[in-house]
């Protein structure tokens, strides 16, 4: 029996086509969820993460009130 979609994925189309791509054809345990349910939001961190680059000819930077990360093809730490 598959695993029901969390809320937060099921209500974002990328995520939850993306947990079907992922999960399709798998036998996971109700423990997995948690699990899935970060990768998944990794793969849409990642998505935004390019689609910003290629909107910003290579060059991002992102900053969270943690730390401030650089992206940039010239960025050399």
Not at 9 to 35: C, H, L, N, Q, W
Not at 60 to 68: D, G, H, K, S
């Amino acid at each position: 029996m598959p695993l029901k979609k969390p809320p937060s994925i099921e209500a974002d189309e990328f995520k939850s086509a993306k947990r079907d791509e992922v999960t399709r054809g798998r036998d996971f345990r109700e423990s997995d969820a948690p699990t899935l349910e970060v990768l998944m939001e990794w793969y849409s961190v990642v998505r935004q993460c390019i689609e910003d680059r290629q909107d910003a000819s290579g060059q991002v930077a992102y900053a969270t009130r943690w730390a401030t990360y650089a992206s940039s093809r010239r960025y050399r730490p």
